[in-house]
């Protein structure tokens, strides 16, 4: 256990100001928690869906989470049922053998909801777009009301555009 | 040639560097089996298998034959690959049912069925990719597939029932898990039969991710290409990116420089440790120990912020091309590589002490989702996956009868093996396998060559190659054939999850139902890659 603490202790809190290199992204990371929390009042839930990515916006989806961006740490929560979620962060392109699935979950999503299309892929269908196998972009499924591009986009790209979607809501 | 001398096969090495492939015809169904049943007593797997419609490209090289599909399997030998074809009629293209002698073939000859129409004459008939989005008798990867502007929009999607196996008895229940998963994780859906809390059965449905990857490669150039393999798997962009240039190269004959083939490796490489660390922080975390994803999650994005750095791209997509490599680096990133690997390292090897000597996480890992060698061998497992179980099995590193390619030949690969077989042992080996890349990569920083960093590749009408690297789950195999007019005809992008997915059947068998996220992690196999 004493191990275990001191490499806790000395390991820090990195969410706080990093060293010059990292300070730019990382003044933007604050500035950005602050703002989404200060128009939401309150906690933000986010259900992902993975509906045909190649699973390289999962990736950074994932890095959210690091110490570096804490977004859970901040209040804004990825939970594992559409029906606890604010907001759909779909990541696409949506397969045809996804189609429906994305359908449901949307639809046990409680209103208001957000739906945010992640990635060239999900924004537009990307490399692989419309096929016999692919809708495409996720809005050719369920209705989207913002899209962040990238492939894959990167943490702080992501983090900007869920505080995009949550302010065009207010 | 390495095997069954007394075979009628006439095998002809595969030109360029890459991993040894030695390519050959068999001229009937039933000599495929005899061939397959000759690798499987040799100790040899089942490497991938995959359809093509040659009826355009006129007959294959077997007299007599009228212009039909062909068949591919590729096998995995102590001294290479052997890469078998068969030709089959245009009128009834059936071939014997493989998974007999391999179990691995069972989803590779339904995905070939579902794709190319071609099916074996037994055996598990059931669809694989198909879940009901186009119809039946229509087969994406035919020429003459062709549906509202040749790409088949505009089908009918009626999902369709799958006939799961059913599990009977008192108390017997199913639990349907999917196609969302609870997490941040690619669609799929497992469907467990238990009693209480104990796994009787499980048995996974895959094709969610299926969005026509192969469709779209056919009669795309090479650079196209590159970027849709380079998206098959996104965590494995550098190993899929890597194999299918290999294929591209040994068709074309293309000389690749020195300096590109380690700027390749040092890509390769920091792909396996950012996997690896993530991995690591994962297990910890499915195992209720949060500290060790918080710290790994650290590790893994101080990594990827180097490789945007030095690559400009965090998972170095798009990077290595055909030929060489896109981009170049400096001699101050390569001490910078240098110096993070030390740092790097020395971290990891402190959390290594606080896994082991954790009580509680130890508890979880030891004896959880334990497979043998044997079963491994049975399954075509390659890769971590086998490694965990004893098996040395590296394509990179040196082997009786085996020399693997450059750079890795002169770098002397150090293969990590645990017998265990766990999640414990699935833990240990990728520990072991971070500290070996860091040397490598180490290595390759200090010695990097000068010169240029991409050669030309003028495709070749009507060649074809196969590409295989060892991936930082497995071997990622790449099969590419040019058409007359010097455009992709047909590419086949493997990944090792197709093999090691049946394994995770077995893993979960003798468990309960909580220990299966950490099992599956304990795996990390990819959906998007077997789907296509």
Redesign the interface.
Known sequence: MI??LR??FR?GI?TEPVPVAEDGPQREIDRLHDEILHILGRALTIR????????????????L????YNLEGRGIK?V??PRHADMLLVTG?V???????LRI?YDCTPDPKLVVAVGDCGCSG?????????CGAVENVVGVDLRIPG??P?PLALMQGILAAVRRRR | MFLCDDSSIEFTPQAGIGAPVWRGHVPSGEELKTFAAAVHLAGGRLAAIWGSDERQRGGGPSAGLRAGFRLHCVFGLESGHAWVSLDLPADEPVYPDLSGIFPAANRMQRATRDMVGIATSGGDQRPWLRHGAWPADWYPLRHDAVHEAGMGVGFQNFPSNYDFVQVGGEGAHEIPVGPIHAGIIEPGHFRFSVVGERVLRLEQRLGYQHKGVEKLLIGADIGRGARLVGRVSGDSTCAYAWAYATAVEAACRTEVPPRALLLRTLMLERERVANHLGDLGALGNDAAFAFGLTQFMRLKEDWLRLNQQLFGHRFMMDRIVPGGVATDIEAPALSAIVEQCAAIGATVKQLRTLYDEHPGLQDRFATTGAIDAALARELSLTGMAARATGILLDGRAHRQGYTPPPPYAALGVRPVTDERGDVAARVAVRFGEIFESLRLLREIAVGMASGETCAEVTPVAGAGGLGVIEAWRGEVLVGVQFDADGRLARVHPHDPSWQIWPALEHAVMKDIVPDFPLINKSFNLSYSGVDL
């Not at chain 1, 397969?95 to 699935?101: F, I």
């Not at chain 1, 990307?126 to 692919?134: C, D, L, R």
């Open positions: 191990p275990l490499h806790i390991t990195l992902e869906v993975d509906a045909g990515s190649c699973n390289g916006c999962e990736l950074e989806i994932h890095a989470n690091n110490p570096y990825f594992a049922s392109p397969t045809k053998n996804m189609e429906n699935a979950a990307g490399v692989f777009g419309e096929s016999y196998a692919s492939c894959p990167t």
